[in-house]
Structures are given as structure tokens and as C-alpha cells.
């Protein structure tokens, strides 16, 4: 009888778990040099109409900004676990959302594009957090340029396990000229990005697919 | 296939050597050949016919088990209804009988009211004795001049007439008193008369659950010499209570859904933590636990209300305590149900409070859904719906009850028959592998029909084939 408890309460305990494995974490890396630096409204946009209204309490989001050195504290514009009852969790995303919005309205633009550190601070976010599900949404143009003497090495387990989703990525200026640069550009990423450990990696034209998108998990 | 082949290069001589081959070989093992294809074929049939013998006496097994359990529990059922008649006429008994005695004094004093209005009645005043004689013979004198006579005649004539008005007057007045004192007796004629129908009606009540208890010892009776059609009944009984109760079982399995729906939401708000329990947040699973403490809530109720007999050792429990449980389980219930209404308004403030947020989000000032949702019908709705749905879950007991009770007999049932089904399938198994391997062995026989002819010939029908008695042994039909 006493075994048979024991293996009852043992039972019970083991199917115990933390919430933070089915919970999501989204890291949203915003580009805010040179030509993309006056997309941010339209990205802060896409964040309050598509990625906010779909986390439920317990998720993360950070919102890290991509600059000439994104590997940065000072880079995390804003970042926050919902809280795990609705009503709270709602007031959060309303606080989150005016947070955004002052920072659609800064005076920011970098001379340089550090995409790499962005993520790699966003990976360390994700990695924290413990989200069975993490995603990292980039909203860039994804041409990387590092200023002299900033090295990124991403470590080969950096991504492991992150989903990463390339959303609005702007055509420069040399791509509507040759469009297989810009092609054989994201390709690279999405090679470089794997080797690292992403699960996947996806360019989403669409904003509204976003969100289905993140819905999939 | 070309491997086998002894001339690569010329495919068809290679394939008739092959043939050849093949031919002398099948012919020389044609009698192992029709007796190992005999031996399996016994074989196979015999694992099949076992198989079947098993699923027989398995069903055998299950039916009889069905038998008495339906016997079992038609006995149960009829001897649960004679006992609540007798517990019945015992009340009715108890209660008209404990009436009984005041009845009979009412019935005594009446009787005797109405013995002494009677004997009353019948009291007239006694007539003077002979004085009618003596007026008759004073009138039938003849007439006198005397004057003294007829003065005295006179007299007596008068004293005659004032006596017959006296005598009238008196006869009168003893009429009324009499037609009073009949008419007084009307009141007690009616009383005896109501209470002679309550007799009746106590006693008519009595004939009729004597009735019905003879009708129930007739069928009790039956069950006990476990009679066919009696069986039959009880068992088609079962199968409709279990059908119905599947039903009933079916729509409370709705009514719970959706009050687990309308608590999982606002249970987040009370049971805010982030932990999982087999992969089901604590607050679903919190939601999950009202439902089901609502039903045990009204699986107790019924019990002590004698509506379900779970828990047999309920029963020995004392009537007061009963009592204390049967308002514990109805005040839980009615706590939950308060709980629930609370809930449903809580929710009703969480989704309007996240449409408000998904509109703020969208950028959307005026939001008319938002609005609408204010609106206090949907609330109202919620909380009503929120306070009943425990109530109704609460009677889930019953069909609950008799879905377990009949649900033996149907798994046996079921059981029954699909061993039945298997018997057959491996009856027809055991023909079907027996026929099978002789029409392999007819096949063999086709393959080597040209040594077969040869053989026929040369021995020109003297000699009987080596294979005739395998043959003869062949396929039992």
C-alpha cells in the first residue's frame, strides 16, 4: 500500500512541470541604420498589430535594436515575460505597446549595421528565458556592416533551437539592379544562420503572415 | 531468374530444362508432397477448430455469466420495489391506522348520538287510559229534556273538545321536537358517511399496493426460476436503461464542456501559476477539478437523498447524519454554483478587457464589438448559466449510476457476441484452410499432369496409383 503511494506520488510529480517549456519567447532585432532607419514606425506597427495581440501570459518578448554595436545591454529597447494572469498580462502589452511607440519616435540612426551582435545578445535573451518555443524576428535589410575592429563569431550552438524569421527585409539600392546579390545575400544568412544552430530560417514578405507564422511556432 | 538458367545465352532451352527439372522432381515427391499438404492442412484446420471451440465455450462462458448477473439483478430490482411497497403500506399503514381509533370513537360517539336521537324520537306522551271509552259511551246516550242531564252532558261534551284540542296541541308540539331532533342527526349521518370514505379509501389504497406487491412477487417469482422470457425482458430492459443513460450521460458530458469553458478563463486570474500538470496549466486543470467536484458534490446529494446507492456503507449511516452530509454536499454545491457565477462575470470583464487591448493594439479608437459586449445581457446570461450548469451536472449521478449497473451486462453482451463472431470467422477459417491446401495438391496434380498421363499409361490402368490412398484422404468436406 505504502509503494503503491509512493509510486502515486512519484507519478504526480514527475508529471509536474514548469510552464516555461510551452511558453514562447520572441526576440524582435529592429535595424535602425542607415536606410532602414525610417522603417522603424512602420516596424513598431507590425510588433503591436501582429506579434503583441498573439502572446498569452508567460511569454517573452525583447525588443533589441540593431546599431553600429548591438552586442549591448543599452541595445535592449524593451523586454518582458507577460505575467501569468490575463488581466495583468493585458496591461503589460498596453505598457509595452506606449514603450514601442516612444521608440518609433526617437532620433536614432547608425552609421553601421552590427546584425550579428544583435542576435547574438537576442540568442542569450532567448536562452534565459527557457521558452519552449523561441523565435527571433528580424526586421533589417540584412546587409551587415561592422565597424573596424568588432569581431562577431557566433558560436555553433549560438541558434540552437531558434526560429529564425527575417520580417520585412528592404531591397537596397544594387539589389532592384541585380536581384541575385540580394537572393545569394539571405541565402548566405540562411546557411550562416543553420551552421549556428537556427532551426529554421524564413523571410516573410508579408506582415500579416507574421503572425501565423508565429502561431505555427 | 537468369541466374538459374543453365544456358545464359539461350533463355528457352534453359527454361525447359529447367521445366524437365522441375517435372521429375515433383512427380518422384508428389506422395510427401500430398501427404505434407494433407498434414498441413489438418493441421491449420485443427489450430482453427480449436480456436473456434475456444471462442465457444468462452461466449458460453460470458453468456451464462450475463444470465446470472441479469437474474441477479432482476431479483435486486424486484425485491428493491417489493420492499419499498411494504415500506409504503407500512407508512400508509402506520399513518391510517394511528387514525384508526380516533376514527372509531368519532364512529362510536356518532352512533350513539345518533342511537339516543332515535330512541328520543320515538317517545310520545302516553293518551289518558280509558278516558276515550268513556267519551264514546257518554255520546252514544240518548238525548234527555232533563235539564241537570243535559247540562252535564254538555259539559262532558265540552271537556271533550278542549281534551281533543289539548290532545292535538300535545301531538303537534311532539312531532316538532321529533322532526328537530331528525333534523339535528343530519350532520352526524354526513360525518359517518365521511368517515366510512376515508376507511374505504385507506383500505382501497391498501388492495391496490397489495396488488401491485402480488404483481411484483409474480415477476420476482419468475426471475427466480430464472424464466426465459422474464430474462429476456430484464436484459432488453438493461440495454434500454444503458442506451438512455448513454444519452443522458452524452448531453451532461456537453454541459460539463461547456462549464469548464466558461471557468478555464477567469480560473487563471484566481490559480495564477505558471506550472503544468501533465502538460495542462494548473489553472485548467484547477477548472477541470470544480467540474468534477460538482458532480461528487451531487453524487453525494443523491446518495443521501436515497435516489443512488453508490456507497452501500452510506446506508448503515444514522438518519441525522444523513442529514449533515446531505446538507454539506448541497451547500458545496451551492457554494461552487455561486463560485461559477462569479467566474462567468470575471470572464465576461477579461474578454472584454482583451478586445479593448486588441483594438488599443490595432490602433482603433471606436470599437463597436467592445461596446456591444458591454452590453449587461451577455453577463447576466454567463453568471445564470454559471449558477445551473452545477445543479444539472449534480443529477448526472443517476443515468451514472445506471450506466454502471447495466454496463456489465452489455460489455458481457458485446463480449458474447463478438466471441460468437470469432468462433465463426475461425469455423470457417478451418474449412476454408482445409479446401485451400487440397486445391494446392489438385494444382500439384495439374503441374504435373504430363508424368501423371505417362504413368496412366504405361500402367495402363492396372496398376492403382501410389498416391491414390493419400487421395482418398484428401479434403474432408
Redesign the interface.
Do not use: H
Given at each position: 500500500m505504502n509503494r503503491a503511494c509512493f509510486v502515486a506520488a512519484a507519478l504526480?510529480a514527475g508529471?509536474?512541470?514548469?510552464?516555461?517549456q510551452?511558453?514562447q519567447a520572441i526576440v524582435a532585432l529592429v535595424d535602425v541604420s542607415g536606410t532602414y532607419a525610417d522603417q522603424r514606425p512602420e516596424v513598431v506597427?507590425v510588433i503591436?498589430?501582429g506579434v503583441?495581440?498573439r502572446l498569452t501570459?508567460?511569454d517573452t518578448l525583447v525588443v533589441i535594436r540593431i546599431d553600429s554595436e548591438s552586442y549591448k545591454k543599452a541595445n535592449v529597447e524593451a523586454s518582458m515575460t507577460l505575467?501569468?494572469?490575463?488581466?495583468k498580462a493585458?496591461a503589460q502589452?498596453?505598457q509595452l505597446?506606449s514603450t514601442l511607440e516612444a521608440f518609433s519616435h526617437k532620433q536614432l540612426r547608425s552609421a553601421h549595421t552590427d546584425i550579428r551582435g544583435a542576435m547574438m545578445l537576442g540568442a542569450e535573451y532567448l536562452r534565459e528565458s527557457n521558452a519552449g518555443r523561441r523565435t527571433m524576428v528580424i526586421f533589417s535589410d540584412m546587409e551587415e556592416d561592422l565597424p573596424r575592429g568588432v569581431k562577431r563569431d557566433m558560436a555553433a550552438d549560438e541558434l540552437k533551437g531558434v526560429r529564425v524569421l527575417a520580417m520585412n527585409v528592404k531591397r537596397l539600392g544594387h539589389d532592384n539592379a541585380n536581384p541575385t546579390a540580394y537572393r545569394a545575400r539571405l541565402a548566405g544568412w540562411e546557411k550562416q544562420l543553420t551552421s549556428h544552430g537556427a532551426r529554421e530560417f524564413k523571410v516573410v514578405l508579408e506582415p500579416e503572415k507574421l503572425s501565423d507564422l508565429l502561431d505555427e511556432g | 531468374m537468369q541466374r538459374f538458367y543453365f544456358w545464359p545465352t539461350n533463355p528457352a532451352a534453359s527454361i525447359f530444362a529447367l521445366w524437365v527439372l522441375s517435372q521429375i522432381f515433383l512427380y518422384a515427391a508428389r506422395v510427401p508432397m500430398h501427404r505434407a499438404l494433407r498434414e498441413v492442412g489438418r493441421l491449420l484446420g485443427g489450430a482453427f477448430r480449436i480456436g473456434a471451440r475456444w471462442c465457444r465455450g468462452l461466449a458460453g462462458v460470458a453468456s451464462r455469466r450475463d444470465h446470472e448477473m441479469i437474474v441477479e439483478m432482476g431479483k435486486g430490482d424486484t425485491e428493491a420495489k417489493i420492499g419499498r411497497e411494504f415500506h409504503r403500506i407500512e407508512g400508509a399503514f402506520a399513518k391510517e391506522l394511528a387514525r384508526y381509533p380516533d376514527l372509531h370513537r368519532k364512529l362510536d360517539d356518532v352512533v350513539t348520538k345518533v342511537d339516543a336521537d332515535f330512541q328520543e324520537c320515538a317517545t310520545a306522551a302516553p293518551a289518558a287510559p280509558g278516558w276515550t271509552e268513556a267519551v264514546a259511551a257518554v255520546s252514544k246516550m240518548p238525548p234527555n229534556t232533563d235539564g241537570v242531564v243535559r247540562k252535564v252532558l254538555e259539559e262532558i261534551q265540552k271537556s271533550a273538545v278542549a281534551g281533543e284540542k289539548k290532545a292535538l296541541q300535545e301531538f303537534r308540539e311532539a312531532t316538532a321536537k321529533r322532526h328537530k331532533i331528525l333534523s339535528s342527526m343530519a350532520p352526524a349521518w354526513k360525518e359517518m358517511q365521511k368517515i366510512a370514505t376515508e376507511v374505504a379509501r385507506a383500505v382501497s389504497g391498501a388492495l391496490e399496493a397489495t396488488k401491485r406487491i402480488d404483481g411484483f412477487m409474480t415477476s420476482y417469482e419468475k426471475v427466480r426460476a430464472a424464466d426465459k422470457n422474464a430474462t429476456r425482458a430484464l436484459g432488453w430492459n438493461a440495454t434500454q436503461l444503458f442506451v438512455v443513460s448513454l444519452l443522458v450521460m452524452a448531453v451532461a458530458l456537453g454541459g460539463a464542456f461547456v462549464n469548464f469553458n466558461l471557468i478555464a478563463?477567469p480560473m487563471?486570474?484566481l490559480v495564477?501559476?505558471?506550472?503544468?500538470?501533465?502538460?495542462m496549466?494548473v489553472?485548467t486543470v484547477a477548472a477541470l477539478v470544480v467540474v468534477l467536484m460538482e458532480i461528487a458534490a451531487g453524487v453525494f446529494a443523491m446518495e443521501m437523498l436515497g435516489i443512488t446507492n453508490f456507497f452501500p456503507k452510506l446506508d448503515l449511516v444514522p438518519k441525522s447524519r444523513r442529514r449533515i452530509i446531505l446538507v454539506v454536499a448541497v451547500g458545496g454545491l451551492f457554494m461552487l454554483a455561486c463560485i461559477e457565477a462569479s467566474l462567468a462575470i470575471l470572464r465576461e470583464q477579461?474578454v472584454e478587457?482583451?478586445t479593448a487591448?486588441?483594438a488599443?493594439?490595432?490602433?482603433v479608437k471606436d470599437h463597436p464589438v467592445a461596446q456591444t459586449a458591454a452590453s449587461r445581457i451577455p453577463v447576466i446570461g454567463q453568471a445564470v448559466l454559471g449558477f445551473i450548469l452545477p445543479w444539472i451536472l449534480a443529477m448526472v449521478a443517476v443515468p451514472l449510476e445506471t450506466m454502471i449497473s447495466t454496463g456489465g451486462h452489455i460489455v458481457l453482451s458485446a463480449a458474447t457476441g463478438l466471441l460468437h463472431g470469432g468462433g465463426m470467422v475461425c469455423r470457417l477459417g478451418g474449412h476454408g484452410m482445409r479446401y485451400l491446401c487440397e486445391a494446392v495438391r489438385h494444382v500439384y496434380d495439374i503441374y504435373i499432369v504430363i508424368p501423371l498421363q505417362i504413368e496412366r499409361l504405361v500402367s495402363n490402368g492396372s496398376k492403382p496409383s501410389p498416391v491414390a490412398g493419400v487421395r482418398g484422404q484428401g479434403a474432408r468436406p
Open positions: 504526480l508529471s509536474c512541470s514548469s510552464g516555461a510551452y511558453s506597427n503591436r498589430k503583441l495581440p501570459p508567460g505575467d501569468v494572469r490575463p488581466s493585458n502589452k498596453l505597446a | 478563463l487563471s486570474e495564477p501559476s505558471g506550472s503544468r500538470i501533465a502538460g496549466p489553472s477579461i478587457s482583451t487591448l486588441k488599443s493594439l490595432a490602433g
